[in-house]
C-alpha cells in the first residue's frame, strides 16, 4: 500500500522560513512528479511547486523567486523550502506524487502552515 506522508508544517512569524518534507511509503514504481499544492480556506487548491526525476521544476507565480522545491530520489522524498514567507501562504500544504503510468497518483494528507505574527 502506498502512503504519501507530509512533514515539518507549523506556525512562523511573516519573513520566517519553514521546510516541509514529503516521502512516499510502500510501493515500487518509479516515481516521475513529485509536487507540492496547497489550500487555504475557502479557496480551491492551487500548484505551489512540481518537480520531475530529472529536476525540472515547475513553481507557481505566486512563490517564485521565495520557495525551492528539491528531491532526493534515492529516498523517494521532496523537501520544499519556504523563505520570505506571508500571512498569504498559510493553508494547508499537499504533497503529490506521480509514477510513470495512470493511476500511479497519490496525495498525502496534508500539513498545515500558518504564517501569522
Known amino acids: 500500500q502506498v502512503q504519501v506522508v507530509e512533514s515539518g508544517g507549523g506556525l512562523v512569524q511573516p519573513g520566517g522560513s519553514l521546510r516541509l518534507s514529503c516521502v512516499r511509503v510502500g510501493g515500487s514504481f518509479t516515481i516521475y512528479m513529485m509536487g507540492w499544492y496547497r489550500q487555504a480556506p475557502g479557496k480551491q487548491r492551487e500548484l505551489v511547486a512540481t518537480m520531475t526525476k530529472r529536476g525540472n521544476a515547475n513553481y507557481g507565480d505566486s512563490v517564485k523567486g521565495r520557495f525551492t522545491i528539491s528531491r532526493d530520489n534515492a529516498k523517494n522524498t521532496a523537501y520544499l523550502q519556504m523563505d520570505s514567507l506571508k500571512p498569504e501562504d498559510t493553508g494547508s500544504y499537499y504533497c503529490?506524487?506521480?509514477?510513470?503510468?495512470?493511476?500511479?497518483?497519490?496525495w498525502g494528507n496534508g500539513t498545515l502552515v500558518t504564517v501569522s505574527s
Open positions: 503529490n506524487v506521480k509514477g510513470t503510468y495512470s493511476g500511479q497518483d497519490y
